[in-house]
């Protein structure tokens, strides 16, 4: 056996490997430091304390039929939300709701993260926070980068898009590969208090609804796991959007995940006052904040006028489905891709403006400034 000459001027590469080995598990040990377990319910309650009560809507540019459209660097149009956010303003809301997609990511990580600084930015220029998605289940499977489809005329979100798409859903190592865009995220803005809280997974038992179970609970629990991983200071929350006023033992799987795995339990309500009352008595047994994520649908009695005042009373910031009519389309009602309509609907499903910037209903805006102390 050779006998090895003793490390004295530099380090052999015995000690190097021992070196670099010990700072990996200092940096493994320093990550896991700093990633924060979900709230328990008084943290959340204290959390809850600290913020006003809040009403907004589900934002989208008039000129973008998508996420894609709004984020991509060839049609991202800061213009157009800075003029849209004034008008939030003028009406007296105080927080959007804002879709993000994963192809973003992978697209240009640097570029999306300078346009989600810019679009926050113009938030607090109107003094808007906003709740943040990164993961939804509805509508087109199979999103694609680049120009996007334009509307199919008088269909409800004839071009809105899923993320990640059915290929990457039904892929485990595909999956995993989005690690890097909830993280990259989240550390960015953990700190930032213009982000109100970070919505992981729209709806994921809809669009996915009666397959792919396995896959979607995969990729929850994964991006719960991610986003806390980063440590952020604003509540994580998977909205629960159907069966809300069921106890806990009828809740499905999914349902279940949805109010167990959120440090502030997020809710959709498309009903009427009578019966978003009973979601609210059912879903406060959890003992977390509970704030409604969607609301508004005029048809299903579910409008400003009946249910914003009832979010107040309960301190349940809100967010209606819409805001200005644009190329979303949803004025028109879901069942419109198999129900023709005419250029307007007899009421319009969601959507609180038209496309100049006026109320489609003036009671409604009034409301709102009422609501919020913004009256004059």
Known sequence: MMNHAPCRSRPCLHHVRIALRLSGIVLVLAALASAREQWTPEQATSWAADQPW????????????????????????????????????????????????????QQDAPGF?????????????????????????????????????????????SGWMQSPGR??????????????????????FKADRRVVLWDLFNEFDNGYRGKDTDQVLRLAAKA???ALSADPS??????????????????????????????????????DPARTSESIAALRRYHRPLICSEYMAR????????ILPLFKKEHISAYQWGFVDGKTQT??????????????????????????????????????????????
């Open 234 to 271: 604003q509540p994580v929350s998977f909205c629960i959007w159907e069966n809300c006023a069921a106890p806990a033992e009828k809740l499905s799987p999914a349902q279940r995940f949805q109010v167990e795995n959120s440090d502030v339990i997020s809710f959709h309500a498309y009903t």
């Open 331 to 376: 004025k028109f009602p879901w069942d419109s891709a198999t129900k023709a309509y005419g250029d307007e609907p007899p009421v319009w499903f969601h959507d609180l403006l038209h496309g100049d910037g006026t109320p489609y209903n003036a009671a409604e805006t009034a409301l709102i400034r009422t609501l919020t102390g913004a009256a004059h």
């Open 54 to 105: 809040m009403a907004g809507g589900n934002y989208i540019p008039r000129n973008a039929i998508n996420q894609l459209e709004m984020w991509q660097a060839e049609t991202f149009s800061p213009a157009t939300i800075d003029e849209e956010f004034g008008w939030a303003e003028k009406i007296g809301y105080t927080t959007m709701r804002v879709f993000l997609h994963d192809l973003l990511w």
């Open 299 to 306: 048809p299903t009695g579910s409008t400003i006028i009946d």
């Open 224 to 226: 719960k796991e991610w």
């Open 167 to 188: 290929a990457v859903l039904a892929d485990p190592a595909k999956q995993d590969a989005l690690k890097d865009y909830v993280v990259g995220i989240v550390s960015h």
């Open 113 to 157: 993260i300078t346009r989600i600084e810019a679009v926050l930015a113009l938030a607090e220029k109107h003094h808007l926070r906003l709740m943040l998605v990164f993961f939804d289940a509805c509508w087109d499977p199979n999103p694609h980068l680049g120009a996007q489809r334009a509307p199919k005329p008088h269909v409800h979100n």
